[in-house]
């Protein structure tokens, strides 16, 4: 695991961050300003008011253009919906720049492909936003996970975000769990169990959805997805079966401020190495693959 209690002793990653949406201000804006190994050097969103209050608290530039933004960087965070962050990475890509993205990488497989195709091609470092396995109790899980041999597994990601507030986006409300939730379980099903071979759903994806998905060696794991649900008890649950008591993972009450650190720390020391980790747009392709079998049912 990433021992982020040594000191960074190299010199801040240069990040200018693309979007000014409540999860861009409370986590990317918020995380790559706080270093040591990151700066946020400016924001850049199509409203400038927006840019201008994600930027205000930490000091950063106000970008007037998406190429002045990039001039400014040697990194691009995305806090976009995920056509628009297909579009404009493949800029960054042609421009030199590291990318820190969300999930999924593009608004359609195509797009996906071409982003990571891109990216290999450039070799240029990528990294993924995938929030639970830069927790620690995640890592200790998919650790435990690895040692056992899984006959099956449940799982759920819930919440009410398309309800209404901040989080009931337009894209969200028009693709639904599968989208939004539906990356962060196939990741972590795919990493604790071995790889996904097929996924078929049921159900639709702006109510509710469920996924059953057959792994390489036997393994079957069942995941339900909603982000229209009331339901207290909400967030990830996951359950592994097998001749050993079950194991769980449970992010209820888990404090994801000891996740933005790691995240921090290995972002910047894949920069810097020019190494990317395991997280890669690689592997945002192979969860948007999986996404789009599940998609034709």
Known sequence: MTDISLPWT???????????????????????????ETRLTSVWARREEAARETAAPY?????????????GCEAVAFSVPPAIQAELALRAVKAGKALLLEKPLGGDLSSARRLADAIEEA?????????????PAARRFLAAARKLEVAGARSRGLSGAFLGGDFATPWRLEHGALLDVGPHLL????????????????????RWVELTCEHEGGGVSQCSLSGSVNAPEGGTHIEL???????VYDTTGLDYEEAWPVLRREFATAVRTGVPG????????????????????
Do not use: K, T
Request: charged share 25%; proline share 7%; glycine share 12%.
């Open 10 to 36: 190299g010199e801040p990653v240069r990040v200018g961050l693309v979007g000014a949406g409540p999860w861009a201000r409370a986590v990317h804006a918020r995380v790559l300003a706080a270093g040591p």
């Open 59 to 71: 000091g950063a530039d106000v970008a007037a253009d998406f190429d002045e933004l990039l001039e």
């Open 123 to 135: 070799g240029v470092v990528s990294q993924l936003v995938l929030s639970n396995r830069y927790h």
């Open 187 to 206: 990741d972590l099903l795919d990493a604790a169990i071995g790889p996904i071979e097929r996924v078929r759903s049921a159900g639709d994806p702006r």
């Open 241 to 247: 079966f097998g001749s050993e008591p079950p194991l």
């Open 278 to 297: 395991e997280l890669d747009a690689r592997r945002g392709l192979r969860l948007q693959e999986l996404i789009a079998q599940a998609a034709r049912g």
